[in-house]
């Protein structure tokens, strides 16, 4: 299984940002999660990866393949879906999938068909592959953009951001197709949704101010929190008093009040009731730096 190692990588923007402080990483096949919030250094990771960027210092290898050196090499065996990309609205589905075809070197007519009908059927969009693209929701500009991504039979496929401006439809639609394509290639998705990563990522990392802060399976990062998430019906003056004496994780309004997650190793008593832990916990409890103290 071909495994891809990310070491010690580390970068600063010219104008003095820390975008990337030493991180750390490895993937293999399964949908991997990157999650953080924006300005965490997730898009300067993939891209780097993409070899769109240099990076500093640090080192990213394919198995045997330098990526920050021999990037002609990487971009035989990467796709790549940055987060917004634009297409020509005049053409049709089938006609700018098969013209990136021919610059991808598929010049062969018989073979090229087959491979845009099975990247069509994989992506949802054989129904719709004579429409013009112009006419294309978000979803199947999306399922498109993966298409395009896949004409090389990639080993890696990148995908910044996937599901920004998707609806619900559509997005569990998406991921469940990168799912799909995880079998047998290494899926990368950053997003700063929880739901995105708790979904369908089998390995996941949580990156925050160019860290990465935990790198594991949703399963374990939650199982770890059973028993130590508590949760309580506050007003709003309540939630600042609270918020002085308890780890607070994160809290919702429901109905005028603040459903409030808090974390605790033990009861803390005062109206709190026991809670299963999920993913929007952990993450709160690592981004909020409560491993730490
Ligand atoms: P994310 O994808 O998690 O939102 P980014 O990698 O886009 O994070 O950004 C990480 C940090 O680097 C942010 O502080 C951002 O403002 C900064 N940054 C990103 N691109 C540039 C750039 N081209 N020049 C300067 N700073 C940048």
Redesign the pocket.
């Known amino acids: 299984m071909p495994k891809l190692i990310i070491n010690n990588l580390k970068k600063t923007?010219?104008?003095g940002?820390q975008?990337l402080k030493g991180i750390d990483l490895s993937f293999s096949n399964g949908m991997y999660g990157l999650l953080?919030?924006?300005?965490?250094?997730?898009?300067?990771?993939?891209r780097t990866i993409a070899t769109l960027q240099d990076a500093d210092e640090g080192t990213i290898f394919m198995d045997e393949l330098d990526v920050l050196k021999e990037k002609a090499e990487v971009r035989k065996i990467l796709g790549f879906l940055p987060q917004e990309f634009d297409l020509y609205p005049k053409a049709t589905a089938y006609e700018l999938l098969e013209h990136l075809a021919i610059l991808k070197g598929l010049t062969d007519k018989v073979s090229r068909k087959e491979t845009l009908n099975t990247l069509l059927e994989r992506t949802n969009l054989i129904s719709v592959r004579n429409q013009k693209l112009g006419s294309f929701s978000g979803g199947m500009k999306q399922r498109f953009g993966v298409a395009q991504a896949l004409l090389n039979k990639p080993k890696i496929l990148i995908v910044?951001?996937p599901t920004a401006g998707l609806d619900p439809v559509e997005r569990v639609r998406f991921l469940n197709i990168l799912s799909e394509l995880a079998v047998d290639t290494i899926v990368i998705i950053?997003t700063?949704i929880v739901e995105d990563v708790s979904e369908l990522c089998v390995n996941m990392a949580i990156?925050n101010e160019?860290k990465v802060l935990v790198e594991s399976k949703p399963d374990t990062l939650i199982a770890a929190m059973n028993g130590k998430v508590w949760k309580k019906l506050v007003s709003a003056e309540e939630l600042a008093q609270l918020e002085a004496k308890y780890k607070t994780l994160y809290s919702l309004m429901l109905m005028g009040n603040r459903v409030t997650h808090i974390y605790s190793e033990t009861d803390p008593g005062d109206g709190f009731e026991s809670t299963e832990p999920d993913l929007k916990d952990v993450y709160f409890y690592y981004i909020k730096g409560m491993n730490d103290v």
Do not use: F, R
């Open positions: 923007y010219p104008n940002t975008a953080g919030p924006n300005g965490s250094g997730k898009s300067t990771l993939m910044d951001e950053s700063h990156m160019g």
